[in-house]
């Protein structure tokens, strides 16, 4: 497959051969991770910018490491405000970045749709690493890269994911890159937060996490976002936990060989206990790994590699 | 004198469709005369065979940016892609820096227009001082400076109580409040219509409760106290239907809408396209039927662009941090025309909407009609020139159209503004500067 992509700002267009061709790439690179020297030269002699304007440790430090596995020079550039309050719009700061002549922009923004806007005015590559509530293409690929790991695949499975489904980027990515590939979605979460628009999707939308997590085979569980909580969306943590936490109760009405996903960071004892967190059917950290092998596939790919690496 | 010879002259003030010649004398309408045209006539000649002949537009929804905002717009240019557009009067609204709250900004609107304009400006003042919500404003003052409405337009009079004194001390007067209808703590946030284009793009949504609510609440204070009222930009089919249910129980209520509400959906924001991020968002396509249903049945009494200008980087940034508003003017008429097509209109209620019907609304005297003794203001009409819209065209400071590229079907060929040419395409007759 030629790739011909020179930004990745969200799995809408992706068909499942593109999708598939990212997983491939994906593995060789596990491969190189898993070697005693982790680093091939790849990438030597070029730059990555992890532009982020909204905190972020873990995926910050996944692409971090990705490129430097790659050999590529990586520099991060964050700024918790945004541009705006900033008083510097985001464009200037993203030219300011791009005069220092980097090849990729990895790019985190509070503001839905601000990479492909980048996309339209900068020449170097963009990689959307989370945007406001549209996509985080990275972790769809990475969630559907981990389903294939442990289930080997992805049509006819069904998915369950529960939590703050209206704000959820992971989601918006997740039903492109889940959905397209066969998967059944369920979005289940309070009815002020899985807002009944999204079975446009093909998802089912659903208050009700028993029949959510009823013979599912994946359980993706989402972090409820407390500092989103301007205004109430539900009336407590205890109340949220109550219908919406998953627990060796609810996880016993999933198959028997469900797995447990969860896009980080977790609170326990709200959306996930304590027990089921650990358990050997959670496979949280199997994604973490999952998460450095697509992240250096997509650099990799974007910096002009063609084909799987070696 | 000037002569507007052989044109379709359509006036529904004075029931009048049919082809005529437009005698203009002194700055006021002389008369129409029927038959050939009136032989050895000493004074400039407009040719309108072929056209129509229409009292001049009146768009009483727009922003001009000044005082205080003169790089996005000023009252010069704003009037000048007025006239281009085929207007020859505007009303604009208060929020100007300092906000339109004193005789002395009202004066400043009004002399400055008449020094420089292309167009008759009309001041809308503010109902609340700064437009803070908090204080009524000094409305006779106001009105006798030449303000014409009050309005707290770009945000609602959140003060219910605010709202009913302010319309009830009015009331003997005859002003008009023109209602930003808006609940802010359910818009709070908000940046697009809630639906699924929202949903998919993951940007906050704006309910059309956020602005059914509020209109809801403004005509049943009106109702409670027989005060006049106006509501500004509707773009809901609930906001429509309560309009209506408003003008069945007999109270003095009209509304209006804006082009971008009946040719545009909120699919228009698809790939996070900041030119089509406005308040009130663009709706469905079901609220959009309804906006039409309600101009071809009436209910819709005008039609105004509320024209927005800003400058671009406001504009060219992440949609989240994108100002609300467009440009209209010279888009607002070919746009309108478009309901012919659909045969929602006839070209008579289309005159109706874009200048009886806000005449009518903001009690201006000898505006909207061409009756004898009215004002020279027309405006002559090529209902099929096709054009299209390109950036250069633009007379106004700003450029956020999302109608930049669009083929149009129809244009003002000629925009007489008090008996002086102030925009003409007709060869051989040229328009003052």
Known sequence: MNWRRRHVLGLSDFQPEEMEFVIDTARSMEEVLSRDIKKVPALRGKTVVNLFFEASTRTRTSFEMAGKR????????????SSVTKGETLLDTARNIEAMKPNILVVRHS???APLFLSRHVSCSIVNAGDGANEHPSQGLLDLYTILKVKGKIAGLKVAIVGDILHSRVVRSDLHSLGRMGAKLWLCGPA?????EMERSGAVVTSDIREAVRGADVIIMLRIQLERQKTAYFPSLREYSRRFGLNREIFS?????????????????????????????SVVLRQVESGVAVRMALLYLLAGGSHAAH | MLLIKGGRVIDPASHRDGIGHVVLEGGKVREILAGDAPGG????????????????????HVHLRDPGYEWKEDIGTGTRAAAAGGFTSVACMANTNPVNDSQEVTRHIVEKARREGSANVFPVAAVTRGLEGKEMADYSELAEAGAVAFSDDGKPVENPLLLRRAMEYMRPFGYRILSHAEDS???????????????????????SAAEEVAIARDILIARQIGGKLHIQHISTRMGVDLLRMARRAGLDVTGETAPQYFTLTDAALEGYDTNAKMNPPLRGEDDRMAILE????????????????????????????????????????????????????????????????????????????????????????????????????????????PFLGWKLRGRASATICGGRVRHSTIPGVAADA
């Open chain 1, 70 to 81: 790659l050999s590529a020079d990586v520099v991060n550039f964050s700024s918790a405000t």
């Open chain 1, 111 to 113: 503001a839905s749709g």
């Open chain 1, 192 to 196: 002020t937060l899985a807002p009944r």
């Open chain 1, 253 to 281: 009405l999933a198959k028997e060989d469900a797995i447990i996903m969860h896009p980080g960071p977790i609170n326990r004892g709200v959306e996930l206990s304590d027990e089921l967190a650990d358990c050997e059917r």
């Open chain 2, 41 to 60: 006539f000493e004074g400039e000649v407009i040719p309108a065979e072929g056209k129509w002949v229409v009292p001049g537009l009146i768009d009483m």
């Open chain 2, 185 to 207: 703590v359910l818009a709070a946030g908000g940046a697009a219509h809630e639906g699924w284009t929202a949903r998919k793009l993951g940007i906050p949504g704006i309910p």
């Open chain 2, 294 to 401: 309600g101009i071809q049945d009436g209910t819709i009494d005008a039609i105004a662009c509320d024209h927005a200008p800003h400058e671009a980087y406001l504009k060219r940034c992440e949609f989240a941090a994108a100002a609300n508003g467009i440009i209209g003017l010279q888009t607002s008429l070919p746009l309108s025309l478009a309901l012919l097509a659909g045969r929602k209109v006839t070209p008579s209620h289309l005159v109706e909407l874009l200048s009886a019907g806000p005449a009518r609304i903001l009690c201006l005297r000898n505006k909207g009609t061409l009756a004898a003794g009215a004002d020279a203001d027309v405006t002559v009409i090529d209902p099929d020139a096709e054009w299209e819209f390109r950036p250069v065209d633009v007379l106004s400071k700003s450029l956020n159209s």
